[in-house]
């Protein structure tokens, strides 16, 4: 069929929105209610977004075939759905009052909302906006409806596939200090993409012009661990039977990226801050040092804020290399970004098997190669390995898949999705656990790095006093809820607690550690810590 055309606009979607807000005298940038793609046959679709300007302003929004007008975000001009199966008759999205959507397909439309057929209406909370609702249309393409800041410019790319607001967060936090010749502390769980953030902030610098040398520290045994990052000269040691280049002076004139720097030995621990404070080195068994010209990222997943509480990372070398630190959200705070990062891999594994023209369009009424449910799937998942668990499972699928006319998981796939998952209907806020009254706090908080003393401590409270947790939820770096944690005057530490405190606690408690923290109020862990070193001898817990 004849493609649709569209003038682009003088103005971005972002511009124009902002006008008429402010035209209605509403200043502020959002987030407003949008349609982003998860699924559609034409799989080059997929994350194109549509702000849906009408319903912000209280008017009623229309979806069909032919509106609104879809794009990639940051970019202007759009195009309709266009899919010949759709239907050209509307969806109508209206506010019914402040607290309530109704979602009304007209008669003949098919339409799923969060998976179940609707006949007639669908009448939906405003705070389901917040968590995302799918909307399915005729089987063939998935939308998520919901709500995003509005932003009139985009940080640049940096290789890093999505535009969640969450990966949007670090790609900003890429370009600002990506220049700037400071060490870099990148943190996150496995499997994130931490060596990717490495590698953009290299390209990002004045050093981009060297290749950046990267090493893996919890893959170097111990004994070789010094020789490895700062070299040797012949007769060093047995077996140094020649002079031998470490990685600092490989990569003199450009950047060492430490992958997994919190398995670094305690020895190389204290040779790699007297580099990082001086910029010189001492290859094992020279007399002199040796300057170098190295800029350092590290990455880890290592809780070293506990691991240095436990003796077993210095506290001072994390603070030198937390020059700035960048924190990689787990896939599950950006699932939107999932169905982008599922066809780029796509892309990459069937270019391998030389079947790269399964991505193109289908032709009319050709069945659909890649079904949308089982994207739908990929999308409910939590994804505990994030990235490089998702890649493995693009994977299976495509090899498993060879040569069939649609796309089916296979006996491991169906194993994985089948997994127990963290209520994937809540993630899209990232607070999938917090009870209401943590809710309630943040919400009345002073934002993340002005939270206010009742918010930490309920999001504590919430996670048993486990700093991790309560990370998680609040949507911020341990780094950032250790800092905060140390500026609250109503947040304990198990170390600053007095002994005498201790021994009474104990004995009111049984030695019971559950009951113990919970009426200091402190983690768990860090009270054995304390208790064991003052030789307190903590029972079993009851519990």
């Given at each position: 069929?004849p493609?649709?055309?569209q003038?682009?606009?003088?103005?971005?979607?972002a511009?124009?929105?902002?006008?008429?807000?402010?035209?209605?005298?509403?200043?502020?940038?959002g987030?407003?209610p949008?349609?982003?793609?998860?699924?559609?046959?034409?799989?080059?679709?997929?994350?194109?977004?549509?702000?849906?300007?009408?319903?912000?302003?209280?008017?009623?929004?229309?979806?069909?075939?032919?509106?609104p007008?879809?794009?990639p975000p940051?970019?202007?001009?759009?195009?309709?759905?266009?899919?010949?199966?759709?239907?050209?008759?509307?969806?109508?999205?209206?506010?019914v009052?402040?607290?309530?959507?109704?979602?009304?397909?007209?008669?003949?439309?098919?339409?799923?909302?969060?998976?179940?057929?609707?006949d007639?209406a669908?009448?939906?909370?405003?705070?389901?906006?917040?968590?995302?609702?799918?909307?399915?249309?005729a089987?063939?393409?998935?939308?998520?409806?919901?709500?995003?800041?509005?932003?009139?410019?985009?940080?640049p790319?940096?290789?890093?596939?999505?535009?969640?607001?969450?990966?949007?967060?670090?790609?900003?936090?890429?370009?600002?200090?990506?220049?700037?010749?400071?060490?870099?502390l990148?943190?996150?769980?496995?499997?994130?993409?931490?060596?990717r953030?490495?590698?953009?902030?290299h390209?990002?610098?004045?050093?981009?012009?060297?290749?950046?040398?990267?090493?893996?520290?919890?893959?170097i045994?111990?004994?070789?661990?010094?020789?490895?990052?700062?070299?040797?000269?012949?007769?060093?040691?047995?077996?140094?039977?020649?002079?031998?280049?470490g990685?600092?002076?490989?990569?003199?004139?450009s950047?060492?990226?430490?992958d997994?720097?919190?398995e670094?030995p305690?020895?190389?621990?204290?040779?790699?801050l007297?580099?990082?404070?001086?910029?010189?080195i001492?290859?094992?068994?020279?007399?002199?040092?040796?300057?170098?010209?190295?800029?350092?990222?590290?990455?880890?997943?290592?809780?070293?804020?506990?691991?240095?509480?436990?003796?077993?990372?210095r506290?001072?070398?994390?603070y030198?290399?937390?020059?700035?630190?960048?924190?990689?959200?787990?896939?599950?705070?950006?699932?939107?970004?999932?169905?982008?990062?599922?066809?780029?891999f796509?892309?990459?594994?069937?270019?391998?098997?030389?079947?790269?023209?399964?991505?193109?369009?289908?032709?009319?009424?050709?069945?659909?190669w890649?079904p949308?449910?089982?994207?739908?799937?990929l999308?409910?998942?939590?994804?505990?390995?994030?990235?490089?668990?998702?890649?493995?499972?693009?994977?299976?699928?495509?090899?498993?898949?060879r040569?069939?006319?649609t796309?089916?998981?296979?006996?491991?796939?169906?194993?994985?999705?089948?997994?127990?998952?963290?209520?994937?209907?809540?993630?899209?806020?990232k607070?999938?656990w917090?009870?209401?009254?943590?809710?309630?706090?943040?919400?009345?908080g002073?934002?993340?790095?002005g939270?206010?003393?009742?918010?930490?401590?309920?999001?504590?409270r919430a996670?048993?006093?486990?700093?991790?947790?309560?990370?998680?939820?609040?949507?911020?770096?341990?780094?950032?809820?250790?800092?905060?944690?140390?500026?609250t005057?109503?947040?304990?530490?198990?170390?600053?607690?007095?002994r005498?405190e201790l021994?009474?606690?104990?004995r009111?408690?049984?030695?019971?550690?559950?009951?113990?923290?919970?009426?200091?109020q402190?983690?768990k862990?860090?009270l054995?810590?304390?208790?064991?070193r003052?030789?307190?001898?903590?029972?079993?817990?009851?519990?």
């Amino acid at each position: 069929m004849p493609s649709e055309r569209q003038d682009p606009p003088s103005l971005s979607q972002a511009e124009t929105l902002v006008g008429e807000h402010q035209a209605s005298g509403i200043h502020d940038k959002g987030p407003y209610p949008c349609l982003t793609v998860l699924y559609h046959p034409d799989m080059t679709r997929v994350g194109e977004r549509a702000i849906l300007g009408g319903l912000a302003l209280r008017k009623p929004a229309i979806l069909s075939r032919l509106q609104p007008k879809f794009a990639p975000p940051g970019e202007v001009a759009g195009r309709s759905l266009r899919d010949p199966f759709l239907s050209r008759r509307p969806v109508h999205i209206s506010y019914v009052d402040e607290d309530q959507i109704e979602i009304a397909p007209e008669a003949g439309v098919a339409l799923e909302v969060d998976e179940q057929p609707i006949d007639g209406a669908a009448v939906v909370s405003v705070t389901a906006l917040e968590r995302g609702l799918y909307l399915t249309l005729a089987h063939r393409v998935v939308l998520l409806l919901h709500l995003v800041p509005l932003r009139s410019q985009y940080p640049p790319a940096w290789n890093l596939v999505g535009d969640s607001e969450a990966i949007l967060g670090v790609r900003e936090q890429i370009t600002r200090v990506g220049d700037v010749d400071v060490t870099v502390l990148i943190r996150g769980e496995t499997g994130v993409g931490k060596e990717r953030v490495a590698q953009a902030l290299h390209s990002a610098s004045r050093r981009r012009e060297r290749e950046l040398v990267a090493v893996n520290m919890a893959t170097i045994p111990a004994g070789t661990a010094a020789s490895e990052l700062f070299g040797h000269l012949r007769g060093a040691f047995t077996n140094a039977t020649a002079n031998h280049r470490g990685l600092f002076e490989r990569a003199n004139g450009s950047t060492l990226f430490l992958d997994e720097v919190g398995e670094a030995p305690p020895q190389v621990q204290t040779m790699l801050l007297r580099t990082l404070a001086e910029g010189i080195i001492r290859p094992l068994g020279a007399h002199r040092d040796q300057p170098v010209d190295v800029r350092v990222l590290a990455a880890t997943d290592t809780d070293l804020e506990q691991a240095g509480e436990e003796g077993g990372f210095r506290s001072a070398l994390k603070y030198r290399l937390a020059g700035y630190e960048i924190y990689v959200p787990p896939l599950r705070a950006r699932r939107e970004d999932i169905p982008r990062l599922a066809v780029h891999f796509l892309a990459q594994e069937l270019a391998q098997l030389g079947e790269a023209d399964r991505m193109c369009p289908p032709e009319t009424r050709r069945k659909l190669w890649f079904p949308p449910e089982l994207m739908l799937r990929l999308v409910q998942h939590d994804w505990p390995g994030n990235v490089r668990q998702l890649r493995n499972t693009v994977r299976q699928l495509v090899i498993s898949g060879r040569g069939a006319d649609t796309l089916r998981a296979d006996a491991a796939v169906e194993r994985l999705l089948a997994e127990p998952t963290v209520s994937a209907r809540r993630t899209w806020a990232k607070r999938n656990w917090l009870d209401d009254t943590v809710e309630e706090a943040r919400a009345e908080g002073l934002g993340t790095h002005g939270l206010s003393e009742e918010t930490l401590l309920a999001a504590l409270r919430a996670a048993e006093w486990m700093p991790s947790k309560a990370a998680e939820a609040l949507g911020i770096p341990r780094a950032t809820l250790y800092d905060l944690m140390e500026r609250t005057p109503g947040v304990r530490k198990a170390g600053d607690i007095p002994r005498e405190e201790l021994e009474r606690c104990y004995r009111d408690c049984d030695g019971d550690l559950d009951a113990m923290m919970e009426q200091l109020q402190v983690s768990k862990r860090s009270l054995q810590l304390r208790l064991r070193r003052l030789g307190i001898r903590a029972a079993a817990t009851k519990r």
